[in-house]
């Protein structure tokens, strides 16, 4: 197994945390690791803060720039990029606080065979929507997250997990998420017909239940804030946010059903969860 990391993570104009950000990584980082910083469509500091970064960083670190394209291809533009070992894509708000969480992650993959994405954040399984919501979104079927489980140092408001622990799920959801070489080597990157974002975490980790990895929770320290988060939320992006998660969703549902109402009928999760 290759354990060398590469840290994937996409920006937009985080100039007050950024910092914050860069260093959890750099202390985190170990001497083989690699920092890939996407600097998507940025019109604060933060070009010149992951300069400065780049300038004093003791590890291979590089700069890409996009034109405000979203999370989505910004994580592809930094996946092109790797070439073996463990990928785990950031979000650029996230300080990582365990100093010793490549060691643990690669125990984690060593002791469970065919482990696939992980998340330190959210974890959750997928079904179908009910009928009710269908007719209510133009009769239109979707998929939902069920059975949310989530680190403790989360500030939404789900089950909490345990540092340490690996939690099975259908899927993993949100970044800080880890996706092995050979998982990204066998299924490519996220899938960008779901552009510019919305459901490409699950709609990636349905494809690797497909080719029999396991994806789940596992936590590891971390600090998040609600109010770091959100800075493209603008009113133009509130007006269409439902609408592109709608539509995310539904092409999601469209391009797995017939594997999903398979795996949910015949209950693989459940032996999963006995067995882990």
Not at 88 to 111: A, C, F, G, P, T
Not at 118 to 142: E, H, Q, T
Not at 231 to 247: D, G, L, P, V, Y
Request: a positive charge.
């Amino acid at each position: 197994m290759n354990k060398n990391f590469n840290y994937i993570v996409p920006i937009f104009n985080k100039e007050d945390i950024l910092p914050q950000t860069l260093e959890g990584i750099e202390k985190c980082a170990s001497s083989e690791s690699k920092i890939v910083l996407i600097v998507d469509g940025c019109t604060d500091r933060s070009e010149s803060i992951v300069d400065e970064f780049i300038k004093n960083s003791s590890h291979k670190a590089e700069k890409i720039l996009m034109p405000n394209v979203h999370m989505l291809l910004s994580v592809n533009a930094g996946l092109k990029t790797v070439k073996n070992g463990f990928s785990i894509i950031m979000q650029d708000d996230i300080i990582l606080q365990d100093y010793d969480s490549e060691k643990k992650i690669v125990e984690l993959y060593e002791r469970i065979n065919n482990l696939g994405a992980v998340s330190l954040r959210y974890g959750a399984n997928i079904k179908p929507s009910s009928i009710k919501n269908m007719i209510r979104n133009d009769f239109k079927r979707m998929i939902v997250n069920v059975d949310l489980i989530q680190s403790p140092d989360d500030h939404a408001d789900y089950q909490k997990g345990e540092y340490e622990k690996f939690y099975p799920r259908m899927c993993a959801i949100n970044g800080p998420n880890i996706i092995p070489w050979n998982m990204l080597s066998k299924l490519g990157r996220f899938d960008e017909n779901i552009a510019p974002y919305g459901y490409d975490d699950p709609e990636y980790c349905l494809r690797g239940l497909k080719e029999g990895f396991i994806n789940g929770l596992f936590p590891l320290k971390y600090q998040s804030d609600f109010e770091w988060g959100g800075s493209r939320r603008s009113k133009e992006f509130q007006k269409n946010a439902t609408r592109i998660i709608n539509r995310s969703r539904h092409y999601v549902w469209n391009k797995h059903k017939d594997y999903l109402k398979h795996y949910l009928k015949n209950n693989d999760i459940n032996r999963k969860l006995e067995t882990l």
